[in-house]
């Protein structure tokens, strides 16, 4: 079989899926508005609200593989959050805290010096002079539904912006929002060469 392995930056409120069930006109912008490639699904999800980096592919073991939490398969994000953080109100996102019905698995969590180099967000976020905004970088090795907005949130600091920027070694840099490509040989070999990470204990 013929394998694909794709990088496509989403757009801000572009369903990560190939369909849409809602009714005509009613139809949501969908992957289908930007990829031609046929047979390939994405690996994990991103809300509709969200930007950023997928993966697709028709490699349903490697699609398999890297979804299964016990990989670890790192996803990292850059969050523009209402308000201004200071390193210790990050910590509970480094040790887990509780969110609803789970509690999160420790986070990789830091503050950005500098706002991310992003095209701007179409339609931009909501902007209040009186209230400051920062970003935020965050990896997650797990992916409950959104929970990087409910980690924020459960320190006091809503999500303004969600981009993802990273999964694992791939990187979202030279990808323009709608633009997708073919992985290349050198970044394909590492995810099909991925074993479990064994815990102690």
């Not at 989403?10 to 069930?21: A, G, H, I, R």
């Not at 990187?171 to 102690?200: F, N, S």
């Amino acid at each position: 079989m013929n394998y694909r392995y794709l990088l496509f930056h989403k757009p801000y409120n572009v369903l990560s899926q190939f369909t849409d069930n809602s009714p005509e006109p009613d139809r949501r912008v969908t992957l289908k508005d930007y990829i031609p490639v046929p047979s390939v699904y994405p690996v994990g999800r991103l809300d509709h609200d969200s930007e950023g980096l997928m993966l697709l592919t028709n490699h349903g073991s490697l699609q398999h593989r890297l979804s299964d939490p016990k990989f670890e398969h790192p996803r990292t994000y850059w969050v523009q959050v209402e308000g201004l953080p200071t390193h210790e109100s990050l910590q509970p996102l480094k040790t887990g805290l509780q969110i609803q019905n789970y509690r999160s698995r420790p986070a990789k969590a830091s503050l950005l010096p500098a706002e991310p180099n992003l095209p701007p967000r179409n339609p931009p976020i909501r902007f209040r002079k009186n209230v400051p905004t920062a970003w935020l970088e965050i990896t997650l090795i797990e992916g409950h539904n959104r929970q990087v907005r409910r980690m924020t949130a459960a320190i006091g600091f809503p999500t303004l912006r969600l981009v993802r920027a990273a999964i694992g070694h791939l990187r979202l840099e030279g990808l323009a929002p709608g633009q997708w490509r073919d992985l290349t040989a050198e970044e394909l070999a590492p995810l099909l060469d991925r074993k479990p990470v064994q815990r102690k204990g």
